[in-house]
C-alpha cells in the first residue's frame, strides 16, 4: 500500500521542451474525442501530462489527504468497468466549435470508450463527466401534488413523489484561451492571476504556455434532466430550464433569507410539468457559493447587513455585499451556458430565472429565451424580500414595475435580535 513512484527530488515545474512533438497533442474543438485526444491529468506518470492541474476539482486535495494518510495507494487507477454513461448524451455540433464550450470538455463522458485502447495501455486517462439516473423526492413537490397542481403519470413523477431524472456531474475543464476570451483578457495576462491568486499553486500555468487546458481546483456542476434526452434537442419538442447557483443555507437547510429553495423547487416542478407534456426539464446546479464568493463572505455580508443602522434594507443590499467582498458577485455567468450547449440545446421556452445576468450569458451565447418565469411572489419568504427587491431594482428580471427609491427604502428585513 501507498507505493510511489516519486523520487526524493521534487520538481517545482516542468518546461517545454524546445523543438519536442507533443506525445499527447489537444485539439480542443475537434468534432471526435480521437481527433481532440485525450486529457491526461496523472499525477504518476509526469511524462504523459497534457493538461495543468489534476483531476477531481476541489476533491484533488482530499485524494492528497488520503494518500498522506496512507488511505489510497496514489498508482491506484480507477477501474471503469460499467461506469459508462446510462443515457447518450451528444455527439452535438456546439462540441466541434472551440469557442461554444471552453469550462468543460464535452467528451469527459466519453473516455472510457474512446481511450479504452490507451487506457488499457496504461496511460492514465480519467472521466470528467459521469452520467447517471436517480429518483429525487422533496416536500414541496408532494406538496404541490395535494394542491393538485402536480399529478402523477408513472413515468417522471410517481404516486409516491420520486421525480425519475437523468443527472450528470460534471468537472470544471478550462480550455484557456477560451477563457480569456469569454473575460475579454489576453491568455497571457489569465494565467498570471491565476497563478499568483491562488498563491503560486500552479506554475505550470506561467511556464507551460503549450499547455492551454487546465484543471481548476474547484466545484463543478450538477444537472437534473426530467423527460427524455432526445427532447433537448428536438426543435419541436419544448424545453424548460433553471440554472441555479448553490446556496446552501437555503437549498438544504431550508434558511429563509433568500429564495434559493423555493426558486429551485418552483423549477423542478415547472421541469416536471414540462416532462409530463412531452417535453424536458432542465436543472443546471453550479457549485458557486454565495455568488462564489464562498459561505464566510456569505454570512459575513449577513450581519453587515443587518447590523448597519436603520437595518437590513433592500436601499443598501449591492452595496454591504460590496463592503465586506470587494465585489457584488464573482459567480462569472460568461461559462454558464457553456453546460447548455453541451446538451444540445438551442432553444429554451421557459427559463425560471429573474437573474438579467443569467438570461444575457445565455441568449449572448446563441441560445433562444422564449419566456421568463419570475418566481411565484407566494413563495417568497418574507425576510428574502430584502433580496429579491434589491436585484429588482438592480436590473433582474420583473413583469411587474421596478421597485422605485422610497419603495426600496420601505423593503426591511428582520434584525439579529429576532431570530
Ligand atoms: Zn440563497
Redesign the pocket.
Known amino acids: 500500500m501507498s507505493i510511489s513512484n516519486r523520487s526524493t527530488h521534487i520538481r517545482l515545474t516542468s518546461h517545454p521542451e524546445p523543438g519536442a512533438v507533443a506525445r499527447h497533442p489537444i485539439r480542443w474543438g475537434a468534432a471526435d474525442p480521437k481527433a481532440r485526444g485525450p486529457l491526461i491529468g496523472s499525477v504518476t506518470n509526469p511524462a504523459d501530462r497534457n493538461v495543468i492541474g489534476a483531476h477531481g476539482g476541489a476533491y484533488s486535495l482530499y485524494r492528497a489527504l488520503a494518500i498522506s494518510a496512507r488511505a489510497l495507494n496514489p498508482l491506484a487507477r480507477p477501474d471503469l468497468t460499467n461506469t459508462h454513461p446510462t443515457a447518450g448524451i451528444g455527439p452535438h455540433p456546439q462540441w466541434a466549435d472551440p469557442h461554444k464550450i471552453v469550462s468543460l470538455d464535452p467528451y469527459g463522458h466519453l473516455v472510457g470508450e474512446a481511450f479504452r485502447d490507451e487506457i488499457a495501455g496504461g496511460i492514465d486517462i480519467r472521466p470528467t463527466i459521469a452520467v447517471t439516473k436517480a429518483r429525487l423526492n422533496m416536500p414541496e413537490i408532494l406538496a404541490a401534488m395535494g394542491a393538485h397542481r402536480l399529478a402523477p403519470d408513472g413515468t417522471t413523477l410517481r404516486a409516491s413523489g420520486d421525480i425519475s431524472v437523468t443527472k450528470v456531474a460534471i468537472d470544471p475543464v478550462w480550455h484557456l484561451p477560451g477563457v480569456a476570451a469569454r473575460f475579454d483578457v489576453s491568455e497571457k495576462s489569465l494565467r498570471r492571476t491565476l497563478f499568483e491568486q491562488t498563491g503560486g499553486m500552479f506554475p505550470e500555468l506561467v511556464t507551460r504556455p503549450d499547455m492551454q487546458v487546465f484543471l481548476p481546483p474547484i466545484g463543478g456542476m450538477t444537472v437534473y434532466i426530467m423527460g427524455e434526452i432526445d427532447a433537448l434537442t428536438d426543435e419541436k419538442s419544448r424545453v424548460s430550464c433553471r440554472v441555479h447557483d448553490e446556496?446552501n443555507?437555503?437549498?438544504v437547510f431550508g434558511?429563509d433569507?433568500?429564495?434559493?429553495r423555493p426558486y429551485l423547487v418552483h423549477g423542478i416542478e415547472e421541469c416536471v410539468k414540462e416532462a409530463q407534456k412531452g417535453g424536458a426539464g432542465v436543472i443546471v446546479y453550479n457549485r458557486k457559493e454565495g455568488r462564489a464568493l464562498g459561505e464566510v463572505t456569505k454570512f459575513l455580508v449577513y450581519n453587515a447587513r443587518k447590523r448597519q443602522e436603520g437595518g437590513d434594507q433592500a436601499a443598501t443590499y449591492f452595496e454591504r455585499t460590496e463592503c465586506v467582498a470587494g465585489v457584488q458577485d464573482a459567480r462569472f455567468q460568461q461559462l454558464m451556458p457553456d453546460v447548455l450547449h453541451w446538451l444540445g440545446i438551442r432553444r429554451i421556452d421557459r427559463l425560471m430565472s429573474m437573474s438579467n445576468m443569467k438570461y444575457d450569458a445565455i441568449t449572448g451565447s446563441g441560445i433562444e429565451v422564449v419566456e421568463r418565469v419570475p418566481i411565484p411572489p407566494e413563495l417568497v419568504p418574507p425576510d428574502a424580500n430584502v433580496e429579491l427587491e434589491a436585484k429588482k431594482a438592480a436590473g433582474y428580471y420583473t413583469p411587474g414595475a421596478k421597485p422605485d427609491k422610497a419603495g426600496l427604502a420601505a423593503v426591511k428585513g428582520r434584525d439579529l435580535e429576532r431570530f
Open positions: 446556496c443555507g437555503s437549498d434558511s433569507i433568500c429564495t434559493c
